[in-house]
């Protein structure tokens, strides 16, 4: 499974095109804090109010909490709760190994969100910055 964690969309385009692209809840969503909601179990997530920012193209949908920013409206789409509950049950099961993938910024984000696995007991993945930019 090739499961993108966001940053930026540039991750979930380039496995979309490659027509790799597991779905997952930080596809086309720019997340520079995603520890918080996998900690959590996205457990607040839904709960917190979307903004939505209108007159400027693309429409964006900004949660301020999570410093979130959405090309589409979670708040609002049924489909958003499966892929969370889908993802979770991807990242838990052992059987399934996971290539993991997030544009950062943020040298130290890959040792922090090691630990986040790490506590919230996944297992069987690997974890790539950045990885796929330059292919």
């Known amino acids: 499974m090739n499961i993108s964690l966001g940053y930026d969309c540039s991750i979930a385009n380039k496995l979309e095109e490659m ?3 597991t779905p997952s809840p930080f596809d086309w969503i720019v997340s520079p804090y995603i520890d918080y909601c996998l900690r959590t179990n996205f457990k607040y997530f839904l709960d917190q109010p ?10 964006l949908y900004i949660i301020k909490k999570y410093d979130f920013i ?5 708040e609002n789409n049924p489909e958003y709760k499966e892929k969370i509950d889908t993802f979770l049950k991807i990242m838990r099961d052992p059987s399934i190994h996971k290539k993991l993938y997030r544009s950062s910024r943020d040298a130290s984000e890959q040792y922090r969100l090691l630990g986040v696995f790490k506590d ?3 297992v069987n993945y690997s974890l790539k910055f950045n990885y796929l930019k330059n292919q």
Do not use: A, H, Q, W
């Open 70 to 74: 959405s090309l589409t409206d979670v």
């Open 50 to 59: 979307f903004k939505k920012k209108e007159g400027i193209s693309p429409t």
């Open 120 to 122: 919230c007991g996944y």
């Open 19 to 21: 027509g790799i692209r």
